[in-house]
């Protein structure tokens, strides 16, 4: 049924649809609307036979989701920024003790500075945790992609992170296919947990484990991960099958045939990067565009096969690996070793900066043309950078880095009660 949706409540109500059994729930912008539909879902009754759990921090909430998935509940929760780092310590436990646990992460900057707008640098952060992660570039393809996760948890028995741009998406508008109960049902199967607490079949979760069998333990969780490589995309076909569209899987390519440059980036500005290269080709101009899905684990075959016939690539990513440069970039550049293909990094839209076509085309022309930085800071006020360091130089009690860059703009930061 199509629906004029916000982004939030199309995913509540595709979580619904996947009748959870344990929700816990703790409020964080921008992921906070999900779980108050969930809740209202619940208290309504719209959603039968689930405990919805108000907790006391985001901590909480993957402890909860924990315990609860340990006694064989379907559970899900969702957060976001300095909420999935506070939550940390549980969500490596989450993965290390194989509890099929779904989380939305709505992706959110970290802090400090303190900054409530969309990048990538939170999911980015715990991408070696052991969950797997995948990212929606549209309000459909998250509502999607929360009822695959499920399956995909469940049949691996571990976590899964689907991450979708927070405001972006969680507060945007836009027309969604909903599905039925009956399609929900018919892809996903009823939950037979891998492994659960029962006193009548006592088993010990979270073991004492020394070096006599660590690494094998952790070898068995990567392991996994590479099963998540040959199951995504047979769950997308099947997806496909039942629901009438296509969603999900590894990775999908948009004007690839052909193409000399390929940009590569994930999540929802993968939309202004196809308009952008749509009137770049009308120009004659041969760029194509590779949507990553699956971040973890990472499909380097898959990538590697994609840019098989191209000449360079460039990775914008909406985070930043300080003392690195690109995080996604650091992997392309894996796959795609011994290929011969020229690699670019473009850092954009930190802290919620618009990444807009003017700049997107202007960064693909210089790319094509190979006159490129190998990292490049898209947009970034070099002037601003630049009198900042000056400062720094010119006198040793030079002030919070910050305040200072909001003084020279003439923007008054806003104070902490």
């Known amino acids: 049924m199509l629906k004029q949706i916000e982004g939030s409540r199309a995913v509540a109500e595709a979580v619904a649809l996947c009748r959870p059994e344990v929700i816990c729930a703790y409020p964080i912008s921008p992921q906070t609307h999900i779980v108050e539909a969930l809740g209202e879902m619940v208290k309504e009754g719209s959603l039968q036979q689930c405990e919805f759990i108000n907790v006391e921090s985001e901590f909480s909430a993957m402890s909860v989701a924990i315990g609860a998935s340990a006694a064989g509940a379907r559970s899900y929760t969702a957060t976001a920024s300095q909420g999935l780092l506070f939550m940390a310590e549980a969500v490596f436990n989450a993965s290390g003790l194989g509890l099929p646990i779904v989380m939305t992460v709505a ?56 991450c979708m741009d927070g405001f972006i998406l969680t507060h945007a508008y836009e ?27 006592p088993v010990s979760m979270g073991a004492m484990v020394g070096p006599e069998a660590f690494m094998e333990v952790r070898y068995l969780a990567h392991a996994k991960q590479m099963q998540a490589l040959d199951l995504l995309p047979g769950y997308a076909a099947e997806f496909k099958a039942v629901f009438g569209r296509e969603s999900g899987g590894l990775l999908h390519g948009y004007g690839l045939e052909g193409a000399e440059t390929v940009i590569i980036a994930m999540g929802s500005v993968l939309g202004t990067i196809k308009d952008t290269v749509d009137e770049l080709r009308e120009a004659g101009h041969a760029i194509g565009v590779l949507g990553i899905t699956c971040f973890r684990p990472f ?3 898959a990538v ?40 670019y990094t473009v850092i954009a839209g930190l802290g919620g900066r618009a990444i807009t076509r003017r700049s997107l085309q202007a960064m693909l022309l210089q790319a094509q043309a190979d006159q490129l930085e190998r990292t490049t800071f898209l947009d970034l006020d070099w002037k601003a950078v630049n009198k900042q360091l000056e400062r720094e130089k010119a006198q040793r009690r030079s002030g919070p880095v910050a305040e200072a860059l909001l003084r020279d703009a003439g923007v008054v930061a806003a104070r902490n009660y």
Request: with cysteine.
């Open 107 to 162: 992706n959110r900057a970290i802090g400090a500075p303190i900054n409530i707008w969309n990048d990538h640098s939170d999911s980015l952060a715990m991408r070696d945790c052991g969950w797997l992660q995948l990212f929606a570039e549209t309000n459909q393809e998250a509502l999607d992609l929360h009822i695959q996760a499920f399956r995909l948890a469940e049949e691996l028995s571990l976590p899964v992170m689907v």
């Open 175 to 201: 027309r969604v296919d909903m599905p039925t109960q009956a399609q929900v049902d018919a892809y996903l199967p009823a939950y037979e947990p891998r492994q659960v607490l029962d006193p009548n079949d």
């Open 299 to 301: 499909p380097m075959a």
């Open 304 to 343: 590697a096969a994609a840019l098989a016939r191209c000449k360079r690539f460039v990775v914008l990513e909406k985070s930043l690996a300080v003392g690195v440069g690109g995080i996604l970039a650091v992997n392309v550049r894996m796959a795609v070793t011994g290929m011969g293909l020229l690699g």
